[in-house]
């Protein structure tokens, strides 16, 4: 069988079996958030919060319980970084340095998972599991509870209220994450990979030295690195190392659990404004851009392009052969085209134009289908700046799922899409500006542009992977690409939650005849031109002077 038909029997599989369960899970996460009432378990979580299960929330008291929510976690995080050498199952490993610390801190609350370390070698078993792993489920759940409150924007009339914040995260935790990943994680300790608490083991090599080998609870930590979009790898080499990622069937099952949330809460958003062709259309649109952009990776892998390629079949440098290439290829536009961030292949390593599609996946804003509930409240940013822009061509007054969109929306929509950018191609400029970051770089040219620009645009996007050509772990890339981080997950989560209270302030208004029809094709493709041209109209600039001009050299 040739390489390219396993590849597109691989991506076959994928979809077929997401089709499987797009009804069934989108169905349980819209019971999840519409159906009143609490578990005992529930509420003994409501008082331990001092949290009133029964109070609604306006979008600013739902904002605050996000940022304050997020802002101890940090200050929890970086503490057990710091105190893990007197801690239990340390491993006798050092505190992590302060810069270190601050910056993985914000890179797992704000569901990046960026690291600039290698997890056997830094982290003890008490922190990955307490800390990291932790922050794998509470840091997805803020993502969906915000998606969740921008629909209750659009189906609510006249009222500020978006819900409870703490009710939402406890419900998606509870309910929708952890039974997922207990099953999940049943099947990879099944498929090979490791869950203990050993210290490690100490094997010799081939060559005769010796090699230590630390275990862990890796399987439990994997499956949730992988269901909410998160990506910090429990290994340096991620989800390439064999502990995290054992064979060609536990790769494919860590891209099926990468999709399946994002996937499915387009029929928990149809499910909840009580029209399941809207969630069809918002689906319609993420798909067809997933498709192209995962096709474009495994061609331009698979293309042969150079001497070395062409006498190997493929480019085959970075990736690991238990894999192949175009199902690593697969794996890593799922992982850009989310906010995962986990890499089974070294993007570095790519083709310069497969390396510019990873990285252009982040730049579309991560929609496709994006993270848990940050790709679904993307995708429907997207969708209003495409029904305001077509009220413009017409003449009319742009309404999206029976609300106005008017000045004060248009103006949140446009603040969300921009805050991104913005830190991507400011972090970029400083960092070549400065000595600092131009110290990290271990290439030249337009490459190691690429590297740097590769960077912020993952911090920025709340992504995590890397080129790795890049040293990151110095106190000006750990400071940087923190404030990235963090800036691009809260800014614009504020600017979502305020449209959102705008949205649910209004009354409905009802469909005529000049209302734009939301649920055909022809929006979806409308969306799709739209997400395409205003990223190419921000980024093409910056891609020239790097993957662009690379390839063009190459």
């Known amino acids: 069988m040739s390489t390219t038909l396993a590849g597109i029997l691989f991506i076959g599989s994928l979809i077929l079996a997401l089709a499987v369960v797009y009804r069934p899970l989108g169905d349980h996460m819209y019971r999840v958030y519409s159906r009143p009432g609490h578990t005992r378990v529930e509420r003994v979580v409501y008082k331990l919060v001092g949290a009133d299960p029964d109070a609604e929330q306006a979008w600013g008291a739902y904002a605050r319980g996000v940022l304050a929510f997020s802002a101890v976690s940090v200050l929890f995080l970086y503490?057990?970084?710091?105190?893990?050498?007197?801690?239990?199952?340390?491993?006798?490993?050092?505190?992590v340095k302060p810069d270190q610390a601050w910056n993985t801190a914000v890179s797992f609350v704000t569901n990046t998972n960026w690291q600039s370390y290698s997890g056997e070698s830094t982290m003890g078993h008490l922190v990955q599991m307490s800390g990291l792993a932790v922050q794998n489920f509470v840091s997805a759940a803020v993502g969906m509870c915000v998606a969740v409150a921008l629909i209750r924007g659009f189906v609510r009339r006249r009222t500020g209220d978006l819900g409870n914040f703490w009710v939402d995260l406890t419900r998606?935790?509870?309910?929708?994450?952890?039974?997922?990943?207990?099953?999940?994680?049943?099947?990879?300790?099944?498929?090979?990979?490791?869950?203990?608490?050993?210290?490690?083991?100490?094997?010799?090599?081939?060559?005769?030295?010796?090699?230590?080998?630390?275990?862990?609870?890796?399987?439990?930590?994997?499956?949730?690195?992988?269901?909410?979009?998160?990506?910090?790898?429990?290994?340096?080499?991620?989800?390439?190392?064999?502990?995290?990622n054992a064979t060609s069937w536990t790769n494919w099952l860590e891209i099926f659990l990468i999709l399946v949330i994002p996937i499915s809460l387009c029929r928990t958003f149809g499910r909840l404004v009580g029209q399941n062709r809207q969630g069809y259309a918002i689906l319609a649109v993420m798909s067809t851009i997933a498709l192209i952009s995962v096709a474009l990776v495994n061609t331009f892998q698979l293309m042969h392009h150079g001497t070395v390629p062409t006498a190997a079949g493929a480019a085959t440098e970075g990736v690991e052969a238990r894999f192949g290439v175009a199902n690593s290829a697969t794996f890593a536009g799922a992982t850009t085209l989310t906010s995962t961030g986990a890499v089974d292949s070294f993007h570095d390593s790519y083709t310069s134009l497969g390396g510019m599609m990873t990285m252009f996946n982040m730049m579309l804003g991560e929609v496709a289908p994006g993270g848990t509930g940050s790709g679904l409240y993307g995708?429907?940013?997207?969708?209003?700046?495409?029904?305001?822009?077509?009220?413009?061509?017409?003449?009319?007054?742009?309404?999206?799922?029976?609300?106005?969109?008017?000045?004060?929306?248009?103006?949140?929509?446009?603040?969300?899409?921009?805050?991104?950018?913005?830190?991507?191609?400011?972090?970029?400029?400083?960092?070549?500006?400065?000595?600092?970051?131009?110290?990290?770089?271990?290439?030249?040219?337009?490459?190691?542009?690429?590297?740097?620009?590769?960077?912020?645009?993952?911090?920025?996007?709340?992504?995590?992977?890397?080129?790795?050509?890049?040293?990151?772990?110095?106190?000006?890339?750990?400071?940087?690409?923190?404030?990235?981080?963090?800036?691009?997950?809260?800014?614009?989560?504020?600017?979502?939650?305020?449209?959102?209270?705008?949205?649910a302030r209004q009354g409905a208004v009802p469909e005529s005849a000049?209302?734009?029809?939301?649920?055909?094709?022809?929006?979806?493709?409308?969306?799709?031109?739209?997400?395409?041209?205003?990223?190419?109209?921000?980024?093409?600039?910056?891609?020239?002077?790097?993957?662009?001009?690379?390839?063009?050299?190459?």
Not at 79 to 95: I, K, M, T, V, W
Not at 176 to 204: C, D, K, M, R, Y
């Open 172 to 244: 998606t935790c509870l309910r929708v994450l952890l039974p997922i990943a207990f099953a999940g994680a049943v099947v990879l300790i099944a498929g090979g990979l490791v869950q203990n608490f050993s210290g490690g083991e100490t094997a010799g090599t081939i060559t005769g030295a010796t090699q230590h080998i630390t275990g862990g609870p890796v399987a439990s930590q994997e499956v949730i690195k992988e269901l909410g979009t998160n990506g910090g790898g429990f290994y340096n080499a991620n989800s390439a190392h064999p502990f995290e």
């Open 79 to 95: 503490a057990l970084q710091r105190l893990q050498n007197h801690l239990l199952l340390g491993l006798g490993f050092d505190p």
């Open 514 to 554: 000049g209302t734009l029809p939301t649920h055909r094709p022809q929006f979806a493709l409308m969306v799709v031109g739209v997400t395409v041209v205003l990223v190419a109209l921000t980024f093409l600039p910056a891609l020239a002077l790097g993957p662009l001009a690379e390839g063009i050299h190459s």
């Open 379 to 503: 995708m429907l940013i997207l969708a209003v700046i495409t029904v305001f822009v077509a009220g413009l061509m017409v003449g009319r007054t742009p309404e999206y799922l029976g609300k106005k969109i008017g000045s004060r929306e248009i103006k949140f929509a446009g603040m969300y899409f921009l805050a991104t950018p913005i830190l991507v191609l400011t972090g970029t400029a400083v960092a070549m500006a400065l000595p600092e970051g131009r110290e990290g770089m271990l290439n030249t040219g337009p490459h190691g542009f690429g590297e740097v620009l590769y960077a912020f645009t993952s911090a920025s996007n709340n992504n995590g992977s890397a080129f790795a050509g890049l040293t990151v772990n110095t106190v000006f890339y750990d400071t940087a690409l923190g404030l990235c981080m963090a800036f691009g997950r809260f800014l614009p989560i504020v600017f979502v939650l305020a449209l959102a209270g705008s949205l």
